[in-house]
């Protein structure tokens, strides 16, 4: 069956450390997402995809970046962790529908 | 004001009561609508998906969207301890695949 996995499920690293997560889907989707999700302000976009090579910056895009070079991929990358990026991400993908298929999170503490 | 807005409740109800959801948005430019669930600990799954306006039932889940008011519900009958989860709206414009999500309203069925 298709899916979409992140990894690693969950991470402790120090500030200003460079932190990369993993996100894969076996859908063969071109649209990729990634998510942080803190209290009290839901989900929030960070950097999107809509096809190899193709990146977009999302609403809290300063001090991540992404880079996609093939379909099933898109990796996460904070530049220099920061006590604010403790936070629960997610990342999702879409065949076009708009439903978005979420992978099951990566808890991250920067300490 | 944010482009949705959502109540986080929490809501705590007991087993067989009638739920409802609410969210507001203020983007007259969005037509499409869905409301996720997210588990515990787990990834966002959509529920329902809404395109305009109008009703949308399935099972014990309805949802309406009733953009004159800009104005989107989830309805559940029959609640059951399974529903408890944290329910989220979310909103798309015609020609983007990006949502827009509100903060989610966690939803506590008690036996």
């Known amino acids: 069956d298709a899916e979409i996995t992140q990894s690693p499920r969950h991470k402790i690293t120090e500030t200003g450390r460079q932190v990369t997560l993993a996100c894969h889907q076996t859908?063969?989707?071109?649209?990729m997402f990634w998510y942080r999700q803190d209290l009290g302000h839901g989900l929030r976009l960070i950097h999107y995809?809509?096809?190899?090579?193709?990146?977009n910056k999302g609403e809290v895009s300063d001090g991540y970046s992404v880079s996609r070079s093939n379909t099933e991929d898109l990796p996460l990358t904070l530049e220099s962790a920061a006590s604010s990026q403790t936070s629960v991400y997610f990342c999702?993908?879409?065949?076009?529908?708009?439903?978005?298929?979420f992978g099951p999170g990566t808890r991250l503490l920067v300490l | 004001q944010k482009e949705v807005e959502q109540d986080p409740g929490p809501l705590s109800v007991p087993e067989g009561a009638i739920v409802s959801l609410n969210c507001t948005y203020s983007?007259?430019?969005?037509?499409?609508f869905m409301w996720y669930r997210q588990y515990s600990r787990k990834g966002p799954e959509l529920l329902m998906y809404?395109?305009?306006?109008g009703n949308k039932e399935d099972g014990r889940f309805t949802a309406q969207v009733d953009k004159s008011s800009k104005y989107i519900s989830l309805f559940i009958r029959d609640s059951q301890p399974s529903d408890s989860a944290t329910y989220l709206c979310a909103m798309s414009g015609r020609g983007s695949e990006k949502l827009v999500f509100g903060k989610g309203m966690k939803l506590t069925v008690n036996p």
């Open positions: 809404t395109y305009s306006s």
């Open positions: 983007n007259s430019a969005f037509q499409y």
């Open positions: 999702a993908s879409s065949g076009g529908s708009r439903n978005q298929y």
């Open positions: 859908w063969n989707h071109n649209n």
């Open positions: 995809s809509y096809g190899v090579h193709d990146t």
